[in-house]
């Protein structure tokens, strides 16, 4: 319905426009009598049109529509930024306890204030191919469930956040954390599991763990870029460090 008044709008504004033009026209016509001057007026303002059409539709358009998208990244990276304060970094810190092979993703995506665009990119990569070993018959199920029940109102609030619908991998990264506390809320005592039940929840884990390396990587690039006093901070504090320390030469 409102796509019809639209049109409509759009009808009844485009003939009265049209309309005036021409009436404008023919009172010059009747007022000077010069037919000729009309029409070669006409046709020089028909040439530049289409050069008017290329500078507001793709000109001016693209420079809007970039505009926005910057600003729909800019609130989209906040929203991120808070779920990494308040869940996503304390959460990498705890599963990074209880991964075997935990020093080598450590050597390998510790950040540093000199990564360029390149170590970033390699950073997304190492993820990509190294097989993460996570220990969950090491780990208290019941600290991690707990961690995450208490945060369950922040995860629902981020997934209604219309800023994050084009934001698909991160989407992604809170399902995977749903999912987890869906199992782990699904089960009674965590420390008596079945073994076949460890091995699905330690997928799980791997899964989220995954996800949250490459999104904690991917936000550690826009905050080198955009903001590098939130950056420093987060050199300082992150857990993929032996001794995290928020005092500065700490």
């Not at 729909?72 to 990494?84: A, E, S």
């Amino acid at each position: 319905m409102q796509k019809q008044v639209h049109s409509s709008f759009i009808m009844i504004s485009g003939t009265i426009l049209l309309g005036a033009s021409a009436l404008l026209y023919m009172t010059h016509y009747l007022v000077f009598h010069d037919s000729h001057y009309v029409f070669s007026y006409m046709l020089l303002h028909l040439a530049f049109l289409p050069i008017e059409v290329f500078i507001v539709v793709v000109v001016i358009e693209r420079l809007l529509e970039d505009q926005q998208k910057r600003a729909m990244l800019n609130k989209m990276n906040m929203v991120i930024g808070t779920f990494f304060t308040d869940i996503g970094t304390p959460l990498l810190g705890y599963i990074t306890g209880y991964i075997d092979n935990a020093d080598k993703i450590k050597k390998h995506l510790a950040p540093s204030d000199g990564w360029s665009e390149k170590d970033y990119m390699d950073a997304l990569g190492f993820v990509d191919g190294i097989d993460i070993r996570v220990n969950a018959e090491k780990m208290d199920l019941g600290v991690l469930k707990a961690t995450l029940d208490s945060r369950r109102e922040l995860l629902l609030n981020l997934l209604a956040n219309p800023n994050l619908l084009e934001h698909e991998s991160f989407t992604d990264l809170l399902w995977a954390v749903f999912h987890l506390m869906e199992e782990l809320d699904a089960r009674g005592d965590l420390n008596t599991i079945p073994e076949a039940d460890a091995a699905h929840i330690a997928n799980d884990i791997k899964r989220v763990y995954t996800r949250l390396l490459k999104e904690w990587i991917l936000y550690l690039r826009h905050l080198k870029n955009m903001y590098p006093y939130m950056f420093s901070f987060v050199l300082r504090t992150h857990p993929l460090q032996d001794n995290p320390c928020a005092t500065v030469g700490g």
